[in-house]
């Protein structure tokens, strides 16, 4: 069993950054394709991107594709998201997940974190 906490959620202006961490229990991490959804008010959760078990290779979804980036530390049990240039449609909850294999969608992913909120101020 994998436990995912995330942390670094919080209100931020229009055009700013920031940076969220899932930390992962467990010795299989590496294991491991990791990820990020992310749900906003009254929409359907979707999804942000993902990133190898190796870290080799990252996939976003087209409409977040260089303003938000995706790393893991291994050694750390730990996946981040960068998110740049942010703005207020980007306000949700934000899920860490991990899966066995890459995944774009909820029914594949093995495990979720419980969310972390990202508020965009205009």
């Known amino acids: 069993q994998v436990q995912l906490v995330e942390s670094g959620g919080g209100l931020v202006q229009a055009g700013g950054s920031l940076r969220l961490s899932c930390a992962a229990s467990g010795r299989t991490f590496k294991d491991y394709v990791a990820g990020w959804f992310r749900q906003a008010p009254g929409k359907e959760r979707e999804f942000v991107g993902y990133?190898?078990?190796?870290?080799?290779?990252?996939y976003y979804t087209d409409s977040l594709k260089g303003r938000f980036t995706i790393s893991r530390d291994n050694a750390k049990n730990t996946v981040y998201l960068q998110m740049n240039a942010l703005k207020p449609e980007d306000t949700a909850v934000y899920y860490c997940?991990?899966?066995?294999?890459?995944?774009?969608?909820?029914?594949?992913?093995?495990?979720w974190g419980q969310g972390t909120q990202v508020t965009v101020s205009s």
């Open positions: 997940a991990l899966g066995r294999q890459s995944f774009s969608v909820l029914s594949a992913v093995d495990y």
């Open positions: 990133i190898t078990s190796s870290g080799g290779r990252t």
